[in-house]
Protein backbone atom coordinates (compact mmCIF):
# COMPACT_ATOMS: atom_id res chain seq x y z
CA UNK A 1 0.00 0.00 0.00
CA UNK A 2 1.38 3.42 -1.17
CA UNK A 3 1.33 5.98 2.03
CA UNK A 4 1.65 9.90 1.26
CA UNK A 5 2.72 11.45 4.13
CA UNK A 6 1.19 15.75 3.85
CA UNK A 7 1.65 16.73 7.67
CA UNK A 8 0.46 16.60 10.77
CA UNK A 9 -2.26 14.02 10.76
CA UNK A 10 -2.85 14.26 6.77
CA UNK A 11 -1.85 11.27 4.50
CA UNK A 12 -3.02 9.39 2.03
CA UNK A 13 -3.21 5.71 1.14
CA UNK A 14 -3.57 4.18 -1.99
CA UNK A 15 -6.00 1.22 -2.06
CA UNK A 16 -7.07 -1.17 -5.16
CA UNK A 17 -6.67 2.10 -7.35
CA UNK A 18 -8.57 4.63 -4.93
CA UNK A 19 -7.17 7.62 -3.12
CA UNK A 20 -8.10 7.95 0.44
CA UNK A 21 -6.98 11.29 2.33
CA UNK A 22 -6.98 11.68 5.96
CA UNK A 23 -7.45 14.96 7.90
CA UNK A 24 -6.07 17.40 5.35
CA UNK A 25 -4.20 20.09 7.04
CA UNK A 26 -2.04 21.81 4.44
CA UNK A 27 -2.48 25.22 3.61
CA UNK A 28 -2.18 27.07 7.17
CA UNK A 29 1.13 24.48 8.36
CA UNK A 30 4.14 26.35 7.54
CA UNK A 31 6.19 23.43 7.30
CA UNK A 32 3.86 21.98 4.62
CA UNK A 33 4.43 25.13 1.75
CA UNK A 34 6.01 22.93 -0.48
CA UNK A 35 2.97 20.62 -0.85
CA UNK A 36 0.58 21.94 -3.71
CA UNK A 37 -3.30 21.58 -1.80
CA UNK A 38 -4.74 21.82 -5.77
CA UNK A 39 -2.25 18.84 -7.07
CA UNK A 40 -4.09 16.56 -4.11
CA UNK A 41 -5.77 13.31 -5.59
CA UNK A 42 -9.12 12.05 -3.62
CA UNK A 43 -11.39 9.80 -3.96
CA UNK A 44 -12.23 9.74 -0.50
CA UNK A 45 -11.87 12.21 2.45
CA UNK A 46 -12.27 10.66 6.07
CA UNK A 47 -12.10 13.43 9.01
CA UNK A 48 -11.35 12.44 12.31
CA UNK A 49 -13.12 14.62 13.95
CA UNK A 50 -13.82 18.87 13.55
CA UNK A 51 -10.70 20.49 14.38
CA UNK A 52 -9.15 22.92 12.26
CA UNK A 53 -5.78 20.90 12.37
CA UNK A 54 -7.54 17.97 10.71
CA UNK A 55 -10.22 19.59 8.41
CA UNK A 56 -8.41 22.99 6.93
CA UNK A 57 -8.22 22.03 3.29
CA UNK A 58 -11.74 19.55 3.69
CA UNK A 59 -14.04 21.00 1.57
CA UNK A 60 -11.26 22.93 -0.65
CA UNK A 61 -10.49 19.39 -1.81
CA UNK A 62 -13.47 17.86 -1.80
CA UNK A 63 -14.79 20.37 -4.46
CA UNK A 64 -11.60 20.10 -6.26
CA UNK A 65 -12.05 16.36 -6.66
CA UNK A 66 -15.73 15.55 -6.13
CA UNK A 67 -14.72 13.06 -3.09
CA UNK A 68 -16.54 11.38 -0.66
CA UNK A 69 -16.26 12.61 2.77
CA UNK A 70 -16.48 10.08 5.19
CA UNK A 71 -16.80 10.74 9.25
CA UNK A 72 -19.42 10.91 11.71
CA UNK A 73 -23.18 11.72 11.39
CA UNK A 74 -22.73 15.54 12.46
CA UNK A 75 -19.60 16.56 10.07
CA UNK A 76 -21.76 15.27 7.42
CA UNK A 77 -24.12 16.84 8.04
CA UNK A 78 -21.91 20.22 8.79
CA UNK A 79 -20.47 19.47 5.21
CA UNK A 80 -23.82 18.91 3.57
CA UNK A 81 -24.57 22.20 4.82
CA UNK A 82 -21.63 24.29 2.96
CA UNK A 83 -22.69 22.47 0.05
CA UNK A 84 -21.14 19.60 -0.17
CA UNK A 85 -23.52 16.62 0.29
CA UNK A 86 -20.98 13.54 -1.09
CA UNK A 87 -20.84 12.07 2.00
CA UNK A 88 -21.31 9.04 4.20
CA UNK A 89 -21.67 8.96 7.89
CA UNK A 90 -20.84 6.73 10.70
CA UNK A 91 -21.18 6.11 14.34
CA UNK A 92 -19.11 4.85 16.79
CA UNK A 93 -18.83 0.92 16.47
CA UNK A 94 -20.13 1.14 13.12
CA UNK A 95 -18.74 -0.05 9.77
CA UNK A 96 -19.45 0.17 6.40
CA UNK A 97 -17.92 -1.78 3.06
CA UNK A 98 -16.38 1.31 0.77
CA UNK A 99 -15.32 0.13 -3.07
CA UNK A 100 -11.52 -0.18 -1.69
CA UNK A 101 -11.99 -2.13 1.73
CA UNK A 102 -14.14 -1.96 4.66
CA UNK A 103 -14.11 1.31 7.37
CA UNK A 104 -14.47 1.04 11.11
CA UNK A 105 -14.99 4.10 12.66
CA UNK A 106 -13.51 3.72 16.20
CA UNK A 107 -13.61 5.90 20.03
CA UNK A 108 -10.63 8.51 20.72
CA UNK A 109 -11.04 10.46 23.86
CA UNK A 110 -10.57 14.20 22.43
CA UNK A 111 -12.97 16.63 22.07
CA UNK A 112 -14.12 18.17 18.72
CA UNK A 113 -16.00 21.33 17.62
CA UNK A 114 -15.93 22.34 13.82
CA UNK A 115 -14.60 25.74 12.98
CA UNK A 116 -17.49 27.74 13.12
CA UNK A 117 -18.31 26.72 16.41
CA UNK A 118 -20.99 24.06 15.10
CA UNK A 119 -20.90 20.81 17.63
CA UNK A 120 -18.49 18.23 15.66
CA UNK A 121 -19.86 14.67 17.58
CA UNK A 122 -17.89 12.69 19.17
CA UNK A 123 -14.15 12.45 17.80
CA UNK A 124 -12.47 8.95 16.53
CA UNK A 125 -10.39 7.01 15.01
CA UNK A 126 -10.94 4.85 12.04
CA UNK A 127 -9.51 0.69 10.68
CA UNK A 128 -9.26 0.01 7.51
CA UNK A 129 -9.26 -3.17 6.52
CA UNK A 130 -8.83 -4.22 2.80
CA UNK A 131 -6.86 -6.95 0.35
CA UNK A 132 -4.15 -4.81 -0.01
CA UNK A 133 -4.05 -4.54 4.27
CA UNK A 134 -4.89 -3.34 7.29
CA UNK A 135 -4.34 -0.22 9.76
CA UNK A 136 -5.95 1.76 12.61
CA UNK A 137 -5.62 5.44 12.48
CA UNK A 138 -6.37 6.57 15.79
CA UNK A 139 -7.06 10.40 14.97
CA UNK A 140 -6.61 12.41 18.24
CA UNK A 141 -6.68 10.21 21.40
CA UNK A 142 -5.57 10.05 24.59
CA UNK A 143 -4.39 6.40 25.20
CA UNK A 144 -7.66 4.03 26.08
CA UNK A 145 -8.35 0.50 27.06
CA UNK A 146 -10.91 1.04 24.28
CA UNK A 147 -7.63 0.51 21.77
CA UNK A 148 -8.06 -3.13 23.06
CA UNK A 149 -11.18 -3.74 21.27
CA UNK A 150 -9.61 -3.43 17.93
CA UNK A 151 -7.76 -6.74 17.73
CA UNK A 152 -10.95 -8.46 19.39
CA UNK A 153 -12.73 -7.00 16.82
CA UNK A 154 -11.05 -6.31 13.62
CA UNK A 155 -8.37 -8.37 11.41
CA UNK A 156 -4.57 -8.17 12.07
CA UNK A 157 -3.10 -4.77 11.78
CA UNK A 158 -0.37 -4.10 9.31
CA UNK A 159 0.42 -0.77 10.72
CA UNK A 160 -1.05 1.63 12.84
CA UNK A 161 -1.02 5.82 12.81
CA UNK A 162 -0.39 6.91 16.00
CA UNK A 163 -0.61 10.44 17.25
CA UNK A 164 2.78 10.99 19.52
CA UNK A 165 3.07 14.99 20.12
CA UNK A 166 1.69 15.14 23.41
CA UNK A 167 -0.09 17.71 25.13
CA UNK A 168 -3.06 17.78 22.87
CA UNK A 169 -2.85 14.28 22.51
CA UNK A 170 -1.16 11.38 23.85
CA UNK A 171 2.09 11.41 24.16
CA UNK A 172 5.25 8.88 22.22
CA UNK A 173 5.40 7.15 25.54
CA UNK A 174 1.55 6.44 25.55
CA UNK A 175 1.57 5.67 22.23
CA UNK A 176 3.91 2.78 22.94
CA UNK A 177 1.14 1.15 25.04
CA UNK A 178 -1.53 2.14 22.29
CA UNK A 179 0.87 -0.07 19.90
CA UNK A 180 0.81 -2.64 22.34
CA UNK A 181 -2.86 -2.45 22.95
CA UNK A 182 -3.60 -2.83 19.15
CA UNK A 183 -0.85 -5.82 18.96
CA UNK A 184 0.66 -4.04 16.34
CA UNK A 185 4.41 -3.40 15.70
CA UNK A 186 4.88 -1.21 12.72
CA UNK A 187 4.15 2.54 13.50
CA UNK A 188 3.83 5.60 11.71
CA UNK A 189 4.06 8.73 14.40
CA UNK A 190 1.87 11.93 13.12
CA UNK A 191 0.68 15.07 15.09
CA UNK A 192 4.05 16.51 16.21
CA UNK A 193 6.29 19.27 15.13
CA UNK A 194 3.85 20.95 13.62
CA UNK A 195 2.95 23.38 16.90
CA UNK A 196 5.69 24.63 19.79
CA UNK A 197 3.32 22.39 21.93
CA UNK A 198 3.57 19.25 20.15
CA UNK A 199 7.57 19.10 19.23
CA UNK A 200 9.19 15.94 19.70
CA UNK A 201 12.92 14.35 20.14
CA UNK A 202 12.92 12.40 17.67
CA UNK A 203 15.73 9.84 18.46
CA UNK A 204 14.20 9.15 22.18
CA UNK A 205 10.93 8.51 20.86
CA UNK A 206 12.26 6.08 18.40
CA UNK A 207 14.24 4.24 21.18
CA UNK A 208 10.72 4.15 23.49
CA UNK A 209 9.48 2.11 20.81
CA UNK A 210 12.83 0.15 19.54
CA UNK A 211 12.92 -0.97 23.39
CA UNK A 212 9.42 -2.92 23.14
CA UNK A 213 10.44 -4.30 19.80
CA UNK A 214 8.30 -1.94 17.51
CA UNK A 215 9.39 0.36 14.76
CA UNK A 216 8.56 3.70 14.54
CA UNK A 217 8.48 5.78 11.50
CA UNK A 218 8.67 9.56 10.98
CA UNK A 219 8.23 10.51 7.57
CA UNK A 220 8.87 13.82 5.91
CA UNK A 221 6.30 15.85 4.86
CA UNK A 222 5.32 15.13 0.97
CA UNK A 223 7.57 11.86 1.01
CA UNK A 224 5.77 8.20 0.11
CA UNK A 225 6.34 4.90 0.93
CA UNK A 226 5.33 1.28 0.89
CA UNK A 227 4.16 0.06 3.98
NI1 LIG B 1 -8.05 17.63 17.77
MN1 LIG C 1 -5.26 17.81 16.35
Given amino acids: MQFTFYGQSCFSVNIKGKNILFDPFITPNPKAK ?3 VNSIQADYILLSHGHGDHVADALTIAKNTGAKIVSNYEIISWYAEKGHDNGHPLNHGG ?12 NAVHSSVLPDGTYGGNPGGFVIM ?6 Y ?5 ALTLDMKLIPMTCPKLDFAVLPIGDNFTMGYEDAVIAAEF ?3 DKIIGVHYDTFGYIGIDHDAAKAAFEAKGKELILMEIGERKEV
Avoid at 97 to 106: L, M, Q, S
Avoid at 130 to 135: K, L, V
Fill in 34 to 36: HID
Fill in 137 to 141: FAGDT
Fill in 130 to 135: SDEGNF
Fill in 182 to 184: VEC
Fill in 95 to 106: AWNFDFGKVKYV
